[in-house]
């Protein structure tokens, strides 16, 4: 259980929100933020529902993000980071089939998310939850496939 302490008006500190937290990398590395956000999306309709399934694909997208430097490159290159773990380099396995998939998810999560202007004809038309619940299937596959490092000769 983790509580966010933060300062509020006219910058006095201590102000508590109970079980609540700023969202971190690790809370990425899994689709459970997304898995959330669809289960309340199938709860309500129109743009309310709308509003939640482009939320859970920009947590989606977000998790994909978190998943290339994590798993798929095994941190060889860490963000926001001037080291470069060249050693790490064996527990990389480069699968172009993965990465196609990754890019694939990515760019569908974006096509879906606020904040992105597309076509309605490149796009679904109002964003479902059904695709939202496709894709978060499809980013577990991912996880699971990146996860494993490479077998050490």
Sequence with gaps: MMHWVQRGANDKPGFVSLNDAPISTPQYL????????????????????????RKGAGQLRRTIEEVVPHLLLKQVVRRWDDRIMVTALRRVMWDQILIEEIIDVFEMCSAMMEGHSHTEAGTEAPPTIEKLGQLVERAKAIITKAKPDKPKN
Excluded: N
């Excluded at 689709?31 to 399934?53: C, H, M, P």
């Design 30 to 53: 899994k689709t459970k933020l997304a898995e959330e956000t669809l289960a309340q999306a199938q709860q309500l309709l129109g743009s309310a529902r709308v509003d939640l399934v």
